[in-house]
């Protein structure tokens, strides 16, 4: 799972499916579709997941050795099983990434030199070679106030802008008016560069260094070296910024930014940091449909992990080798069954990803580059972390998180329950579902991308544990009982979609 928030504990509310009864919806028990279910056993799991979460794989870092052997690794048991190579892709969509390090960024405001990662942060994170010589444009509430008065007028073309981003500047304008409107505003008036202030920006260095040192990855695609990058600075930069325009940080604080009297400081900026150009792969996994052929599932877990760091392998059991492993299963039950004269009606695309652990990259050049139509994407069911608890389940609860099931179609959420309620009877939990949610974990995995594509989706989830990220999500950690009854549920729920009359329909 890509992780960017601090999670909260909060109070759970389990949903058991068989204490619910939904209009209209009536589960059938089949018993062709659960003899296929069954073949997916925590025997298979495991010995799936040793392989994946070995040594040998290093931790399965995006565009790295590891990943690279863990990707022919799957495409060899894909290949083992049946499953066809219909796009003559060799089982893998390619997608080209830039990693940049986090340095080489110099700054001087004034004649003074700041230094990056201590004196302040820049965003975004990878930013094409730039130079700038000129001034920094300092004035009253910053461009927050470009639209709400005479500031309009004032030229920021081809210069810096600070924005004064403190309390007292929500108590002076409209209060709906945010920094990033702000930013925005700076932007559409031509400046080429964005200060703020960040009171908490020193402390955040201090506890995150490993996280604003370690080198970042995005699409090739994603690229950016013309829009105006944001300069966030430390008090202490803020303070020597605002000095050399005649003004008190601390006078500000007290009495707000329209203290501020406007003026214009030098600086000088250059961009010039170390990169190299990786590929990451998605690998396709397609079973053929028969008359519904044309619409497909598409069912996701990611591969990659975080790799290594010196000698210490990062393994990644449980994220996500719990739902990679998963993924093998499911396509071997398709494919026996598809052998067995029981092929599904849609088709049906089983897709490890990578990318994940940088930011959801594989999903979103899927997304941005299908190689089959997204308007025929039935759904995408997505597994990442399923074989561990999290701190509010005790060891044994038979519970899986379920979220995004109802955000776009009430219908996949009933489904969802029925097929639950027939098969394999798990504690249904809603509470990461609350759009108020503050983990936000609809938006940390791979179905984001397909939902933000208006595909109705279900993110399927055990919880963060104290092993999340460390070098001690280990194999032996793995519930593989516990893993067998999610994987089998997807399996289940897949094959309803499948293999319905009707296609689910969005709200």
Known sequence: MHYNFIRNKITITVFLASLLTFNGFSQEFDSTAWKY???????ELSKKLQ????????????????????????????????????????????????EQENKGIELSINGK??????DFV???????????????????????????DDYKEL?????????????????????????????????????????????NLEQ?????????????TILLDDL??????????????????????????????????????QSTIPFKMNVDKPSVELTGENIIAYIEGTDLKDELVIITAHYDHIGKKDSIIYNGADDDGTGTASLLEIAQAFTKAAREGHRPRRS???????????????????????????????????????????????????????????????????????????????????????????????????????????????FYFSGVHEDYHQPTDTFDKIDFNKTERIARLVFMTAWELVNREERIKLD
């Open 37 to 43: 279910a069954k073949t997916i056993t925590s025997k």
């Open 51 to 98: 392989i994946i979460a070995s040594d040998e794989m290093e931790g399965r870092e995006t565009g790295k050795l590891g990943q690279k052997i863990a990707m022919q690794y799957l495409i060899n048991e894909f290949k083992s099983y049946g499953v066809g190579d219909h796009l003559f892709i060799n089982y893998k969509q390619s997608f080209p990434l830039l």
């Open 113 to 118: 030199e700041l230094e990056f990662n201590k």
């Open 122 to 148: 820049f965003t975004p994170n990878v930013y094409g070679n730039k130079s700038w010589n000129s001034e920094i444009v300092v004035v009253g509430l910053g461009v927050s106030n470009a639209v709400q």
């Open 155 to 199: 030229d920021v073309k081809n210069k810096a802008v600070f924005i004064w981003n403190g309390k007292k500047e929500m108590n002076d304008i409209d209060s709906s008016w945010t920094i990033e409107n702000s930013i925005q505003t700076a932007r559409e008036k031509g400046a080429t560069a964005i200060f703020t202030y960040n009171k």
């Open 204 to 216: 955040n260095l201090a506890k995150y260094s490993h996280y604003y040192e370690k080198p970042k």
């Open 224 to 261: 950016v070296n013309n829009d105006a990058p944001v300069i966030s600075l430390t008090k202490k930069a803020t303070e020597k910024l605002l000095k050399a325009g005649g003004v008190k940080l601390k006078k500000i604080e007290k009495k707000g930014a329209k203290k501020i009297k």
């Open 348 to 458: 049906v695309l089983i897709m490890p990803v990578s990318g994940e652990e940088k930011g959801l990259l594989g999903s979103k050049y899927y997304t941005n580059h299908p190689l089959f139509p997204l308007e025929n994407t039935v759904a995408n069911l997505n597994i990442d972390m399923i074989g561990r608890y999290d701190e509010n389940h005790e060891v044994g609860d038979n519970y899986v998180y379920l979220i995004g099931a109802d955000k776009l179609s009430s219908e996949l959420h009933q489904l969802s329950e029925e097929v639950n309620k027939t098969y394999t009877n798990l504690g249904l939990d809603y509470t990461f579902n609350d759009k108020n949610d503050p983990n936000r974990f609809y938006y940390r995995s791979d179905h984001y991308n397909f939902a933000k594509n208006n595909i109705p989706v279900i």
